[in-house]
């Protein structure tokens, strides 16, 4: 990043009108883009903000490998005799609990963009309107590869041994990426109700913390009283967490694959919606 | 390219919107001429911003209507969007982005290929000045190159319609009249521009119309002319040597000017506001009035000659002042409320 010379203390170069009046001459435009082209401009601005703040990835690092080496330690043992035994059951769970938990921070990104100058130019553009926050999903999705590599090569550190190989471990990720895609419309539309980043952190961590927790991620539910697992064995992380835990085992899911994806359906024609009418309303 | 060639450019009726218990925009109407700069002006709060919104499309309107070139804002938004930019009053474009970045993607949003939006861009920063700063984030930039990066924002396709909400808001003068350039360089172009302001000098620089805005509502609306025979041609300040020739020159003025003359807290001062009705323009009223003082034998140090400022713009169209200082340009006119 260069540090910028105090601009004030430079005199600008004047503005040269005859160049900028030989511009304004050019009265043609283009033909209006295509929903795809806009989304995928804004998924671009997205990543020039990881460029330009790298910071912003130490959720999609460190937390992952936080919670990898936590869980595997502390339950390992008690759960499954030992951490080499039990990550075999849990590092597609951690994965997907890892992931779905960043997910929130999609809804404080929008959140403070949204107050900044910059949005009213983007409302105001003729475009497809869901654009730019397709455009932050498509941005977070590449946060969400980057995490999940990371993860992946740690448990493969720790002796994570996947039988689907490598096809199978894409299979996984794409799954959980297209889970998180749909997913990521309830932050979005709390991003955009919510008055303060505080407040969206807040709410985010109370539907996350039991959403993932209350789940197969970490131990088998039959182990769980009877109303748990009424809970527990339909929840979308459960279906995610076995889809994912099947595919790195090279076993086929369908059931629970079309589980998720049924789910991620429907939270993306309840939450899209609403997050549409939000912003055009913001 | 338009089909409404003939329709203004900007025409509303009874635009109201509310936020709770505020009528920010109370029963707005204007109508605004195609190819002109069309200043709004009004103190902070007045609802200048919140109209802007409207009409770019940003917010819908509770009551009322307003077109844009003909299309309904609310009902054919697209096509009023296709048709209008937008600067708002603070920098609308994304400062963790270099200018370039800024540039390349509105361009891309706009539907240019890349080689043209980063083409485009660069002209842009060339026109405007800002190579240099090209490959710098926004948020690095001083308050005069963020004005310019957003404009260059808003040409990126010429629009028909520009909005500038408050361009030059906490710009220093030197930036200030770099912004008055390019606003007179876009509408030679053929752009109409909607200005709003809070400074009377800018919309007096820029703008054929003026309407101006209190509270929601529109209390005065005409030519520059017309608004300033309304209230006044301005005023004249005056620091004499001797502070025992004041009650002379106060009678003087006051018979020569017809003019309300008022003594300073400064024992040596007086300011006098100038009849616009008089005929003659605020320079030959000076003038005379500085011929008569030194016929008395009466020494002027210093002397000044101010328009009049929105102060008193408001003061003179609703009986009130705008409730903050206006610490603005030429409006020198402080209005003293001392009991002399």
Redesign the interface.
Same mark, same amino acid.
């Given at each position: 990043?260069?540090t =910028?010379t105090t601009?004030?203390s430079r005199e600008? #170069?004047?503005?040269? =009108?005859d160049?900028? =009046?030989a511009?304004?001459? =050019? *009265?043609e /435009?283009?033909? /209006?883009?295509s929903a795809l082209? #806009?989304s995928v #401009? @804004?998924g671009?601005?997205a990543i020039? *903000?990881i460029k330009?703040?790298p910071e912003q990835l130490f959720d999609v690092t460190a937390f992952p490998i936080m919670n990898l080496l936590m869980f595997t330690y502390l339950f390992g043992g008690a759960l499954a005799g030992s951490p080499g035994d039990y990550i075999q059951f849990v590092l597609p769970g951690i994965l997907v609990m890892s992931v779905v938990m960043i997910t929130m921070y999609t809804g404080i990104s929008v959140n403070v963009d949204i107050e *900044?100058?910059?949005f009213?130019? @983007? /409302?105001?553009?003729?475009?497809w309107r869901p654009s730019a926050m397709v455009g932050y999903l498509l941005g977070d999705a590449l946060r969400y590869t980057i995490a999940s590599v990371v993860m992946l090569a740690v448990g493969l550190l720790l002796g994570y041994r996947p039988d689907g190989g490598f096809v199978g471990v894409v299979a996984g990720i794409a799954l959980l990426l297209v889970f998180s895609f749909a997913f990521s419309w309830i932050w979005t539309m709390f991003g955009l109700m919510m008055r303060t980043e505080k407040s969206v952190m807040s709410v985010s961590m109370m539907v996350i913390f039991p959403l993932t927790f209350l789940s197969n991620v970490f131990v088998d539910p039959k182990t769980m009283p009877g109303w748990l697992q009424a809970f527990v064995n339909n929840s979308p992380i459960t279906h995610l967490a076995s889809a994912v835990r099947g595919l790195m085992a090279g076993e086929w899911p369908g059931v629970e694959i079309a589980w998720t994806l049924g789910w991620a359906g429907v939270l993306l024609l309840v939450f899209g919606p609403v997050t549409m009418r939000l912003y055009n309303?913001k | 390219m338009s089909t409404h060639t003939s329709d203004p450019a900007i025409e509303t009726a009874g635009l109201v919107k509310t936020f709770g218990d505020t009528r920010a925009v109370d029963g707005v109407d204007l109508s605004v001429p195609a190819g002109t700069v069309y200043g709004v002006l009004g103190p902070n709060g007045a609802g200048k911003t919140t109209t802007v919104k409207m009409l770019a499309t940003l917010l819908r309107p509770d009551a009322g209507e307003a077109r844009v070139f003909g299309r309904d804002v609310v009902r054919e938004a697209d096509e009023v969007r296709s048709r209008v930019s937008l600067t708002g009053q603070y920098a609308s474009v994304d400062e963790d982005l270099t200018g370039t970045e800024n540039l390349v993607l509105l361009g891309r949003l706009l539907g240019h290929g890349k080689a043209a939006a980063r083409e485009r861009g660069e002209q842009l920063l060339a026109a405007f000045g800002l190579t240099d700063a090209a490959a710098k984030q926004v948020k690095h930039y001083s308050g005069g190159m963020r004005r310019r990066i957003d404009i260059a924002a808003s040409i990126l396709n010429t629009p028909d319609l520009l909005f500038l909400d408050e361009p030059t808001t906490g710009l220093d003068p030197r930036s200030r009249n770099q912004v008055w350039d390019i606003v007179r360089a876009v509408v030679a172009q053929g752009t109409t521009v909607l200005l709003t302001t809070q400074y009377l000098d800018e919309a007096d620089q820029l703008a054929s119309r003026i309407a101006v805005i209190d509270k929601g509502k529109v209390i005065a609306e005409g030519t520059k002319g017309e608004l300033k025979a309304s209230v006044g041609a301005g005023s004249v300040h005056l620091r004499l040597r001797d502070a025992e020739e004041r009650p002379e020159a106060e009678r003087l003025l006051r018979n020569l000017l017809v003019a309300e003359v008022q003594p300073d807290p400064d024992p040596v001062a007086l300011s006098a506001r100038l009849a616009a009705a008089s005929g003659d323009t605020a320079a030959d009223q000076a003038a005379k009035a500085l011929g008569e003082l030194a016929r008395a034998g009466i020494t002027v140090d210093s002397f000044s000659l101010g328009q009049p400022s929105l102060d008193e713009v408001f003061l003179a169209l609703t009986g009130h002042d705008t409730g903050q200082s206006t610490g603005s340009g030429t409006g020198t006119d402080k209005k003293d409320e001392v009991a002399a």
């Open positions: 990043m260069s =910028a601009p004030e600008l #170069t004047p503005v040269s =009108a160049s900028l =009046a511009l304004l001459v =050019a *009265k /435009r283009p033909p /209006r883009p082209s #806009t #401009t @804004f671009w601005r020039l *903000k330009h703040v *900044k100058g910059v009213d130019r @983007f /409302r105001s553009l003729p475009i309303r | -």
